[in-house]
């Protein structure tokens, strides 16, 4: 069955100190990846994509994720934590081929960055 | 560019009623799509409307429907609510065009009592 894991509910790290919210994933093929962040009483915003290409893709507000083909990874990795980084990231998979567009889920990772 | 809205923010029903929830996509977009967020579940995939037809379906019993109008926007229904339906419900956008992300409205909560 196809499926993601976050192994970690949560994730703590001081303000400017590298943050790595973890993701792997169990899908045939080399599916599309992509890191969702949500903030308190608002809607899933998107941050970054991996579709095929460089396995080291850019996102929003200064986030990056490594996709690893033989360890099945996409770990989401920012230099330098904020306060206002701290919010619940979830990671997401769509197999391919095929155009169903059904993404899957992981359960989240809560990160907290502290002062 | 106004984002995707859904409507109610919140909804309260009684086990057994029939529950009804609106979004309006990214205008544009032309493809929504329906997930539940349950508590301790994650996102669950629902159901995926492009121009008016259904395209894909998760994997939820039939009572749980819905319709995508000429205008784009769509209703999702659920009918004979159980207790277990009580989650936030998330309405996404994408364009015409395959741009792989999905870009999400604020939710309705449905709270079945």
């Known amino acids: 069955a196809q499926s993601v894991a976050q192994p970690e509910d949560q994730v703590n790290v001081a303000e400017g100190n590298p943050l790595t919210v973890k993701c792997t994933y169990s899908?045939?093929?080399?599916?599309?990846l992509f890191w969702y962040v949500q903030y308190p009483n608002r809607g899933l915003q998107f941050l970054l994509k991996?579709?095929?290409?460089d396995n080291l893709v850019k996102g929003s507000y200064g986030f990056e994720a490594e996709f690893n083909k033989s360890q099945t990874s996409f770990h989401l990795k920012k230099p330098s934590a904020l306060v206002s980084d701290s919010a619940l990231y979830f990671c997401a998979v769509r197999a391919r081929p095929g155009n169903n567009r059904k993404l899957i889920w992981g359960l989240g990772t809560s990160l907290a960055v502290n002062p | 560019e106004a984002g995707v809205t859904q409507s109610p923010t919140h909804l309260i029903k009684t086990r057994g009623q029939q529950a009804t929830l609106r979004c309006s996509p990214i205008s544009g977009h032309t493809s929504v799509y329906w997930y539940q967020q349950a508590l301790g579940l994650g996102l669950q995939f629902l159901l995926w409307?492009?121009?008016?037809?259904?395209?894909n379906r998760g994997n939820f019993p039939p009572r749980f429907s819905g319709r995508q109008f000429p205008n784009y926007s769509s209703e999702l229904n659920v009918n004979a609510l159980e207790l277990e339906d009580s989650a936030l419900y998330l309405c996404?956008?994408?364009?015409?065009?395959?741009?792989?992300?999905?870009?999400f409205g604020p939710g309705t909560r449905l709270t079945v009592t």
């Open positions: 899908v045939s093929g080399n599916p599309y």
């Open positions: 409307y492009d121009e008016g037809e259904e395209r």
């Open positions: 996404a956008s994408s364009p015409r065009l395959e741009s792989y992300e999905q870009y």
């Open positions: 991996y579709i095929t290409g």
